[in-house]
């Protein structure tokens, strides 16, 4: 699964998660999360948090629940 699928897939129960202006505040882009497939059925997304300066301000992190399409901590 891709970050795209799950940008789709979390419209309408995370619809601000995604956002452009989201994305900006915390120096995101779609291509710098990372999806990893989990045990459980889960995806994990990661991706790091930048400040204007570009330097990391810690990690964004949460799972993606395929069976009812939300993002969980």
Known sequence: MTIQEIKKRTKDTSPYFF???TLNFFGQTLDSFKVSKQGDGR?????PML???GRNMG???RYFDPKNNNLEL
């Open 19 to 21: 956002s452009k202006d």
């Open 43 to 47: 995806f994990l997304i990661e991706s």
């Open 51 to 53: 400040d204007s300066r």
């Open 59 to 61: 990690i964004t992190k």
